[in-house]
């Protein structure tokens, strides 16, 4: 820890002449960071995931003015607007906008947004991490009763090419009353060095709001990503959400969702490859606090090599609400005898008003299904690639903007045609 | 086109088949009979190259190449096929992407040039008629939430498609209600000629009366006992089969 502690005193004296409501935010998440410290075994939603790489990680915060010329043309998904984010700052001259949406960066955002910012007890190591380390941080606000007639891709990339550095994104997005979007939030790293990533996200969706929501994590071998995303859903608002991660060395990714009007709907997806000794720890906690409303969760892991995974799912219906409909499904294909999954998914049920279900199955690759397609003429590989590619389209398909599925697809294939060779 | 030479084989060690012999030559259509647990099965899963099944001895030759050592696949790329008892539900494994993927697989084998996805779509719409499938299929994933019916015209439509040389049709016909029973029958019937032969297997002369074998043989404790014509499945059908038993 004494790296963060060096790191964080280097900030603070780095940064003179920002506002002291905002360093006395920096200073207390700070000081709650070093009183909680990082997550051990004996914590119980995570003692799956090992975090003593972080304790000594060497940590220096990116070089946010190293910016070499970018090749985007690998991550942007065509189809979208395009808000790009460069070892943590907003770049508004390679950014492309819709209209009805309002951005803001820096003390414009912290000024206009401060209760945003404040942890509260709940929170974890790893949030209050990110408010003492965050940079300009990004916030859209979507404005009420417009459809936003494009996607919006929010690149984040890395390019210091240095070693163990990390960096702390902080997105806010208002969804106004009655707006329908489409958000892809993406983590691409251009380097293969030790990376530790620590974004947090906040998503309010008012009333009546409709947002596709999809997160890719991808392409760092040595990168630590560990991240928080928390939705706040309104009166008869709807979210559609899926998750894709893959090529990194650690991920731990926490989402909670508040149902904090009546009526609202969240379904939440993803799909998680890990390879070599990779590990992807999904935590997902969802807060029935209102009437009438409907999750669904399906999250879907493969696995090979001596990777490992961690599916930890909650679903809270707490008392007094009525008509809560609620179903949970982990879904894990484990390609090798070296990977472990450790899955545990949970309901807590104070209400009786309620229709749940849950559920979790972890196997391989079934022999039937193998001989079936062999059968026809296909060879192992082949066979074996369509039934993992079969597994991962469930998930794929969900998302309804056709040029994200096709850029998920594509990496899919790609990584199962090293996976399965 | 297939020759078996006292067979003995079976399942995890366990002895199934004890020294059968059957010869099939091409335009034939050859039904084996017999109880559960006659092995009749374990004879389609020892010729398709099932993993668990092993020969421990004798022969099986198909077009003068001997098979035992032939992947599941080779089998099926050098034109044996068998349409499945239980077809087998595969998640989010589009038919149409899969089929054109054995075909193409198959073509490739031959030497010939692939399909493209426009030609296949010709091709299968064509095939999809003949076994009275509509087009919903082409969209959906494989035998996922298909009725039995439909499973087993699936197993017709693929091997209409494929065009293998030798087609082992294990119970076809079970779980079939009368009108599927027919289109089954009438995919196959047309798909019989002089170079095509069939294995079909089934409890239940029933089948037979809608697709007319050249030869009827009665598997009993995994050795065929006795083979006639369609007058031998009739006189199982009114004595069963003890009357064959030793």
Redesign the interface.
């Known amino acids: 820890m004494i790296h963060f502690q060096q790191e964080f005193d280097r900030l603070i004296s780095s940064l003179p002449t920002e506002k002291s409501a905002m360093q006395k935010l920096r200073k207390d998440a700070f000081n709650d960071f070093l009183q909680i410290g990082l997550p051990t075994k004996k914590w119980e939603d995570w003692r799956f995931t090992d975090f003593s790489s972080i304790e000594d990680f060497p940590s220096k915060i990116v070089d946010s003015n190293q910016r070499d010329a970018v090749d985007l043309s690998l991550n942007k998904i065509s189809g979208a607007y395009h808000i790009i984010s460069i070892n943590g700052l907003f770049q508004s001259s390679l950014s492309s906008l819709p209209k009805h949406i309002t951005i803001k960066t820096g003390d414009e955002f912290f000024d206009s947004h401060h209760s945003v910012f404040i942890n509260n007890k709940d929170s974890n190591p790893f949030e209050f991490l990110n408010t003492s380390f965050m940079r300009s941080g990004l916030s859209i606000n979507i404005n009420e009763n417009v459809i936003i007639d494009k996607p919006i891709q929010i690149i984040n990339i890395i390019t210091d090419s240095a070693t163990s550095k990390m960096i702390h994104p902080r997105l806010f997005i208002e969804s106004g009353k009655n707006s329908d979007a489409t958000i892809i939030e993406h983590y691409y790293s251009m380097t293969d060095n030790e990376f530790l990533h620590n974004p947090v996200s906040q998503i309010n969706l008012n009333k009546n709001a409709v947002m596709k929501f999809v997160r890719i994590v991808e392409n760092n071998r040595q990168l630590k990503h560990i991240g928080k995303s928390q939705f706040d859903l309104k009166q008869d608002s709807q979210l559609q959400y899926v998750s894709f991660s893959c090529e990194s060395n650690l991920i731990r990714h926490d989402v909670a969702i508040d149902f904090n009007g009546d009526g609202a709907t969240a379904s939440l997806n993803g799909l998680s490859i890990s390879e070599n000794d990779e590990h992807q720890d999904q935590n997902i906690i969802l807060n029935h606090l209102n009437n009438f409303c409907n999750s669904d969760q399906s999250f879907k892991n493969i696995l090979s090599d001596s990777s490992s995974g961690v599916f930890n799912g909650k679903v809270i219906v707490h008392k007094g609400t009525r008509q809560t409909d609620a179903n949970q499904s982990n879904k894990n294909l484990v390609l090798s005898p070296s990977s472990l999954m450790n899955a545990n998914p949970q309901l807590e049920i104070y209400s009786e008003d309620v229709k749940c279900s849950h559920g979790s199955t972890t196997g391989q690759i079934?022999?039937?299904?193998l001989?079936?397609?062999?059968?026809?003429?296909?060879?192992?590989k082949?066979?074996m690639e369509?039934?993992v590619?079969?597994?991962?389209?469930?998930i794929i398909e969900l998302i309804q903007f056709k040029e994200a599925r096709e850029y998920i697809s594509n990496r899919v294939s790609a990584i199962l045609g090293r996976v399965l060779a | 086109m297939l020759t078996i030479k006292n067979l003995h084989a079976g399942v995890n060690g366990k002895a199934i088949l004890n020294g059968l012999n059957l010869t099939i030559n091409p335009g034939e259509l050859h039904a084996i009979m017999g109880r559960n647990g006659s092995g009749k099965s374990t004879l389609a899963n020892i010729i398709t190259g099932r993993d668990d099944y092993e020969i421990f001895s004798g022969d099986i030759e198909f077009n003068g190449k001997n098979i035992h050592e032939m992947s599941p696949e080779e089998r099926a790329l050098e034109g044996i096929f068998m349409s499945f008892q239980y077809p087998v539900v595969i998640p989010g494994v589009n038919n149409t992407y899969f089929l054109r993927a054995a075909l193409n697989a198959q073509l490739k084998h031959n030497n010939q040039d692939e399909v493209n996805a426009a030609d296949f779509m010709i091709l299968i719409r064509e095939k999809l008629k003949l076994v009275n499938m509509d087009e919903t299929y082409l969209s959906r994933a494989v035998n996922d939430g298909f009725s039995g019916g439909e499973k087993k015209r699936n197993e017709i439509l693929q091997m209409l498609t494929l065009q293998p040389k030798l087609s082992i049709l294990d119970e076809t016909d079970s779980g079939l209600d009368i009108d599927a029973l027919k289109i089954v029958a009438k995919g196959v019937n047309n798909f019989r000629n002089a170079n095509r032969s069939f294995i079909a297997i089934t409890h239940y002369q029933r089948l037979l009366e809608y697709m007319e074998p050249d030869h009827i043989h009665i598997l009993i404790d995994g050795k065929i006992v006795k083979s006639g014509n369609m007058k031998l499945a009739q006189e199982i059908e009114k004595k069963g089969y003890s009357w064959l038993e030793t």
Not at chain 1, 366 to 369: G, H, I, N, Q, R
């Open positions: 079934s022999p039937e299904e001989f079936y397609l062999r059968s026809r003429g296909l060879n192992k082949k066979a369509l039934i590619e079969g597994f991962a389209a469930d």
